[in-house]
């Protein structure tokens, strides 16, 4: 290891249109499945992506920060219904203007951007007409797609078409704790098939306009390890990694679900029935260039023991005691190792995850370029006396992931950039503002004013050691 990356390596913070860009409802924006739900009772905080840190207004300022910070790429996301408010499909210029002037801003300041399409906020009026439940969503998908690539074309150098589709589906359809607050086995099955079929007709829209842009897929693969090595252990492991990632991976990669995912959804009772045979063709024809891996932490399973299936998210509160994970009936369960530290929302801390699912997905899809396009560490945190944000327990997480993806590199795996997770403070879901992940630090209390923390220039300094010919 010589602890470098290649001199063209990206290097920049992640973001979300919902989770920044407050403007809810101006300049001809549409109403989205999380402006719908945090407006209504359900929304038992009370708290919403209104205003959230306001990047609408302030992106220039942002766009500096990062430049300052020695970034030179921002991933962030279009929100849908500022591009295309209605169901009558007319296009809001205003939008297409606020996305332009982003890129441009981001191309005075040296940096690349790489833009999410969906990001967890469907249109409300899709949504309720069933939203991703329903088929015409990946016809939907595919139309909004197309009007983004006629577009901006090039100017957008790397397209994502969605993020980390099964971590929605599983908290929108299994928890029920995102919009539309659902708990259904079925219902989520046929979701996460839709979101498949989805990505492929967008690449098949990308595809036609032959750009020399990219396009890719957001997943969150959590490396599935188990804590006993016996024929049962290992067929849990096998589900898990089914149930967990390849069947969002193996159709984006390779063009078709995996050969052991049907049977076994069948023998657990689900009516496969809306899987069509045009679907799994246009699969075959319309696979990404490269691949997105948000990476926090592992999944660790063991055989299923007991319990209906279910999702227990990381996103319920500081403090409590559910440890992150799944129950699927019939095919696996969570395990806990407990030997490694856990954040304070209870999720595992374990850094060589990130090498591990690099050397994965080199062993089981070859050299696809891989980005890393989140990774984070949860913290209530508040300035000290001097008005600084000391985040030394951030800076810790980071380093020891970078530690074990620069490893990765040297030894052979095609990663080509990292995303810190998050740009500045932001929302964050259900779990509202206390829960902050940013570089720079969001003061809610004085007009948003942002303020750098110890890891923004720690990493700045980072950058510079571990790339060659910095
Ligand atoms: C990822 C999402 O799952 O994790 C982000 O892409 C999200 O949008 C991040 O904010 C952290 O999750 P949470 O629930 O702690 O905000």
């Known amino acids: 290891m010589n602890g470098k990356v290649k001199h063209d390596f990206l290097w ?3 973001s979300a249109a919902y989770q920044c860009e407050g403007a809810w409802n101006e300049d001809g924006k ?4 999380w402006d719908q739900f945090c407006h209504s009772d359900k929304n038992i905080k009370g708290l919403t992506g209104d205003v959230a840190v306001d990047f609408y207004h302030r992106y220039k300022e942002d766009i500096r920060l990062l430049k300052e910070g020695g970034h030179n790429t921002l991933r962030f996301s279009i929100s849908w219904t500022r591009i295309i408010p209605d169901q009558s499909g007319k296009i809001n210029q205003a939008g297409i203007d606020f996305y332009k002037n982003v890129i441009k801003e981001c191309k005075a300041n040296g940096i690349v951007p790489n833009v999410t399409l969906i990001h967890y906020d469907l249109p ?3 949504e309720n007409i069933g939203g991703y439940a329903n088929p015409v969503f990946s016809d939907e998908f595919a139309k909004y797609c197309k009007v983004i690539f006629e577009n901006f074309r090039d100017d957008i150098p790397m397209y994502v078409t969605i993020n980390e589709s099964t971590h929605n589906a599983y908290c929108s359809y299994l928890t ?7 708990h259904d086995v079925q219902t989520l099955v046929q979701v ?5 079929i989805a990505n492929a007709k967008a690449i098949c829209e990308f595809r036609k306009l032959n750009l020399k842009s990219k396009i890719g897929i957001v997943h969150t693969t959590n490396t599935v390890q188990i804590l006993k090595d016996t024929p049962e252990y290992r067929i849990a492991q096998r589900r898990g990694d089914l149930f967990k990632n390849k069947w969002v991976t193996d159709p984006a990669i390779l063009g078709k679900f995996p050969d052991d995912l049907f049977p076994l959804l069948i023998e657990s009772g689900i009516d496969l029935s809306f899987v069509k045979e045009e679907d799994l063709e246009i699969l075959k024809h319309n ?3 490269f691949l997105g891996q948000n990476c926090y932490t592992r999944a660790v399973v063991k055989p299923y023991e007991s319990g209906e299936t279910n999702y227990y998210p990381n996103n319920v509160g500081a403090g409590q005691k559910t440890i992150e994970g799944y129950v699927v009936k019939g095919w696996f369960q969570t395990d806990v190792d407990p030997t490694t530290p856990k954040n ?6 374990y850094p060589k995850t990130i090498y591990d699912m690099l050397m994965g997905i080199k062993k089981d899809y070859g050299d696809i370029p891989v980005y890393i396009t989140e990774n984070g560490h949860a913290m209530a945190e508040k300035p000290n006396e001097n008005g600084e944000i000391i985040d030394d327990e951030r800076i810790e997480f980071m380093k020891s992931y970078l530690e074990w993806l620069i490893k990765a590199e040297n030894e052979g795996c095609n990663v080509k950039g990292y995303y810190a997770w998050s740009t500045t ?4 879901w259900i779990n509202g503002y206390e829960k902050r992940y940013g570089l720079i630090y969001i003061d809610y209390e004085n007009d948003l004013k942002r303020i750098p923390k110890k890891s923004y220039s720690w990493y700045r300094d980072f950058i510079k050691e571990h790339t060659e010919g910095k």
């Open 176 to 182: 029920g704790n995102y919009p539309p607050n659902v």
């Open 124 to 126: 409300a009026w899709l």
């Open 287 to 289: 696979t990404i260039d």
């Open 30 to 33: 549409g109403i989205s499945t």
């Open 425 to 428: 403070d932001c929302y964050s």
């Open 344 to 349: 304070a929302w209870s999720r595992e801390i």
């Open 192 to 196: 996460c098939y839709n979101l498949v």
């Open 12 to 14: 920049g913070t992640a």
